[in-house]
């Protein structure tokens, strides 16, 4: 089992940054991609960002690119999302995902809202 909690989410004005952070626990060893997938009222959910736990070989949606950087640390437990030049459009809930290839893991998701 892999647990997932997500942090870093809230209410930012448009242009603006947010960093999100996913600490991963438990059976981590098996987790083969982590990255970001956001859900916003109304619409189905759609992945953001994926990162390779080994390698550390990225993945974006064509809308974040070169707005969002995903990363993780060393230890290779933490996953991160850096979040530059908001847009309203932006606004979702946002889910860490661990894929073992073949089991997906959740997190709670975090809030993201981009309002002025």
């Known amino acids: 089992q892999v647990q997932l909690v997500e942090s870093g989410g809230g209410l930012v004005q448009p242009g603006g940054s947010l960093r999100l952070s996913c600490a991963a626990s438990g059976s981590i060893f098996s987790i083969k991609v982590m990255g970001w997938y956001r859900q916003a009222p109304g619409k189905e959910r759609e992945l953001v960002a994926t990162i390779t736990t080994k390698g550390g070989l990225t993945n974006y949606a064509v809308s974040v690119k070169g707005r969002f950087t995903i990363s993780r640390d060393n230890a290779g437990n933490t996953v991160h999302l850096q979040m530059n030049s908001l847009k309203p459009e932006d606004t979702a809930v946002y889910h860490c995902?661990?894929?073992?290839?073949?089991?997906?893991?959740w997190g709670q998701g975090t809030q993201v809202t981009v309002s002025s």
């Open positions: 995902n661990g894929n073992t290839g073949l089991v997906a893991y």
